[in-house]
């Protein structure tokens, strides 16, 4: 799917703008004056995105003149989280619902806000570990060798305030690798609602899960496969549909006829469009379930209850059967064998 990774333009300038904020607040004008003179133009660069090397030294160039420890946070707190380009496509998306006064489940949220979050940058990979208490999300820099620590406490800020737009939830806590600069506290509690912890084995975000609920209706994914095919030209339908099953598994019913009406395409065009690239839908979604069971099972903390509703089936004895299909045996069996060995 990739073809080198990228930041949306959108970010560039807010990541200017913020630092020309910064500068004029710090009394430091003359050094942007200095440094922006530097910078690459945008319209050198067709279409909507500017490779992520260039943005990182970018970044990493501010920083070091700037000698400011929470630069990240002071330059992407600066912006509006409403004139992101994923913001607006969430709103576009689930305005409909959201105006109708429907609850949407907040994991439902996060997995949109996780999945889709290359749209705005692909600074950070962003892990989902979804436990019975708990969700996770984890971030790892893409490009290790010219990353600061600034791009990912903006990141995880960026990720933490998307979500609590749309759902008013805030992680309940906050985990940085780096060591902590001369810390000013209270940035932390301005930005992530909260005080992190440091030196710590992942960069994370800690979110106290919520029951997991099945929605009634109709989500319109289209505007977010649109946003994706016009920043991702090269992505297949099957990344596309793996994106969908990844985001609605649990909360809406996995089949062919409401992937097909979420993406504004009949069934029979979805249909010979994954047949040109030698799969099927039933053959996605089969590869989504049976590597998010694995994903559960390791956790140790789901039922096959739990499970059955995650991975969209209507009974458990369905989900059993289907486990003993694709494993040989059930899932406690699986447990012992495979997760809990006996040395």
Same mark, same amino acid.
């Given at each position: 799917?990739?073809?080198?990774?990228s930041?949306h333009?959108?970010?560039? #300038?807010?990541?200017?703008?913020?630092?020309?904020?910064?500068?004029?607040?710090?009394? +430091? =004008?003359?050094?942007?004056?200095?440094?922006?003179?530097?910078?690459?133009?945008?319209?050198?660069?067709?279409?909507?995105?500017?490779?992520?090397?260039?943005?990182?030294?970018?970044?990493?160039?501010?920083?070091?003149?700037?000698?400011?420890?929470?630069?990240?946070?002071?330059?992407?707190?600066?912006?509006?989280?409403?004139?992101?380009?994923?913001?607006?496509?969430?709103?576009i998306?689930?305005?409909?619902?959201? *105006?109708?006064?429907?609850? &949407?489940?907040?994991?439902?949220?996060?997995?949109?806000?996780? =999945?889709?979050? +290359? %749209? &705005?940058? !692909?600074?950070?990979?962003?892990?989902?570990? !979804?436990?019975?208490?708990k969700?996770?999300? %984890?971030?790892?820099?893409? &490009?290790p060798?010219?990353?600061?620590?600034?791009?990912?406490?903006?990141?995880?800020?960026?990720?933490?305030?998307?979500?609590? /737009?749309? $759902? /008013?939830?805030?992680? =309940?806590?906050?985990e940085? $690798?780096?060591?902590?600069?001369?810390?000013?506290? *209270? %940035?932390? @509690?301005?930005t992530?609602?909260?005080?992190?912890?440091?030196?710590?084995?992942?960069?994370?975000?800690?979110?106290?899960?919520?029951?997991?609920?099945?929605?009634?209706?109709?989500?319109?994914?289209?505007?977010?496969?649109?946003?994706?095919?016009?920043?991702?030209?090269?992505?297949?339908?099957?990344? /596309? %549909? #793996?994106?969908i099953?990844?985001?609605?598994?649990?909360?809406?019913?996995?089949n062919?006829?409401?992937?097909?009406?979420s993406?504004?395409?009949s069934?029979?065009?979805? $249909?010979?469009?994954?047949?040109?690239?030698?799969?099927?839908?039933?053959?996605?979604?089969?590869?989504?379930?049976?590597?998010?069971?694995? !994903?559960?099972?390791?956790?140790?903390?789901?039922?096959?209850? =739990?499970? #059955?509703?995650?991975?969209?089936?209507?009974? +458990?004895?369905?989900? @059993?059967?289907?486990?003993?299909?694709?494993?040989?045996?059930?899932?406690?069996?699986?447990?012992?064998?495979? @997760?809990?060995?006996?040395?």
């Amino acid at each position: 799917m990739k073809k080198g990774f990228s930041v949306h333009k959108y970010v560039v #300038s807010n990541n200017r703008k913020g630092f020309y904020l910064w500068t004029i607040k710090s009394g +430091k =004008h003359e050094l942007f004056e200095s440094i922006s003179k530097e910078w690459a133009s945008l319209d050198s660069f067709p279409g909507d995105r500017i490779p992520l090397e260039i943005v990182s030294n970018e970044i990493n160039k501010m920083a070091t003149l700037a000698n400011e420890p929470n630069l990240g946070l002071e330059v992407i707190a600066s912006g509006d989280v409403t004139q992101s380009p994923l913001y607006n496509v969430m709103s576009i998306s689930l305005g409909p619902i959201l *105006n109708r006064n429907i609850s &949407l489940p907040f994991i439902f949220i996060v997995r949109l806000v996780v =999945h889709y979050f +290359k %749209i &705005l940058t !692909e600074v950070v990979s962003i892990e989902l570990q !979804e436990n019975q208490d708990k969700i996770s999300l %984890i971030f790892k820099p893409n &490009l290790p060798e010219i990353f600061s620590y600034h791009q990912i406490e903006g990141a995880m800020f960026d990720v933490a305030r998307l979500i609590a /737009k749309l $759902q /008013k939830y805030w992680p =309940h806590q906050i985990e940085f $690798q780096h060591k902590p600069q001369p810390v000013n506290l *209270n %940035i932390y @509690l301005k930005t992530f609602r909260g005080y992190p912890l440091f030196e710590k084995q992942d960069n994370k975000l800690i979110y106290n899960a919520t029951a997991y609920t099945a929605l009634d209706v109709s989500i319109f994914i289209n505007p977010f496969i649109n946003s994706i095919e016009n920043q991702f030209p090269e992505v297949s339908y099957k990344e /596309k %549909i #793996s994106l969908i099953l990844c985001t609605t598994l649990g909360v809406l019913t996995p089949n062919i006829k409401h992937i097909a009406m979420s993406m504004n395409l009949s069934v029979k065009t979805l $249909q010979r469009r994954l047949k040109d690239e030698d799969t099927s839908f039933n053959e996605i979604l089969l590869e989504e379930r049976k590597k998010r069971v694995i !994903e559960y099972l390791k956790t140790q903390q789901f039922t096959s209850q =739990h499970m #059955s509703t995650l991975l969209g089936y209507k009974a +458990k004895s369905q989900f @059993l059967k289907a486990f003993q299909t694709w494993f040989g045996m059930t899932p406690k069996e699986y447990k012992t064998r495979f @997760l809990n060995p006996v040395l």
